[in-house]
Nanobody, 120 residues
Framework: QLQASGGGLVQTGGSLRLSCAAS??????MGWFRQAPGKEREFVAG????????YYADSVKGRFSISADNAKNTVHLQMNSLKPEDTALYYC?????????????????WGQGTLVTVSS
């Protein structure tokens, strides 16, 4: 029900835009998480459908921006000033309810990951 796209290889300082298209239903909360090799999955950014409140991990604040196109049931993650430590598999996720935006366990649906590689 979630289809992520937009990953790729970029140099340090570059930009990428990830997209996540949801189908089948609308979701109260959508978010992006990432998982680097050997590390746990971590929160990156989230957005609530009602009110469009946005939330970011400290490590990406000021560089990443999450937005939603409710008409298209799509969420985007604009990533600027990318660093090698941003390299990871990025996952789109969605909640049926109104759980914690930062918590992996509160998300009900997950898309396939899209790989982001930032070269130094």
């Amino acid at each position: 029900q979630l289809q992520a796209s937009g990953g790729g290889l970029v140099q340090t300082g570059g930009s990428l835009r990830l997209s996540c298209a949801a189908s089948g239903r609308t979701f109260s909360v959508m978010g992006w998480f990432r998982q680097a090799p050997g590390k746990e999955r971590e929160f990156v950014a989230g957005i609530r459908r009602i009110g469009s409140s946005t939330y970011y991990a400290d490590s990406v604040k000021g560089r990443f921006s999450i937005s939603a196109d409710n008409a298209k049931n799509t969420v985007h993650l604009q990533m600027n000033s990318l660093k090698p430590e941003d390299t990871a598999l990025y996952y789109c996720a969605a909640q049926r309810g109104l759980g914690r935006v930062f918590s992996v366990s509160d998300f009900d649906y997950w898309g396939q990951g899209t790989l982001v590689t930032v070269s130094s």
